[in-house]
């Protein structure tokens, strides 16, 4: 989860030039705030690593959920 998602988003979506897409989009806010990119994989890593052997835990990727969040949110814009 990303803290202060609705403004990040908001921001990204002010400085992209052209055409606006998931894939645009995802490029740049990897761009405009790598720091919260790398927590979120560290956060997902960590969170991998602690789980017990055996078991599943259904969690997406960084960069699937990343993706989905964009897709929803430029679904309500």
């Known amino acids: 989860m990303i803290i202060e998602q609705e403004q990040k988003f908001k921001e990204v979506l002010s400085k992209i030039e052209g055409n606006i897409n998931e894939q645009s989009f ?15 994989k ?12 055996g078991q599943t835990i259904p969690l997406p990727k960084p960069e699937v959920s990343l993706r989905k969040e964009i897709r929803i949110w430029l679904q309500k814009q």
């Open 26 to 40: 995802f490029n740049k806010f990897l761009e405009l705030y790598p720091e919260v990119w790398k927590k979120h």
């Open 42 to 53: 560290t956060t997902f890593s960590k969170f991998k690593r602690s789980k017990q052997f």
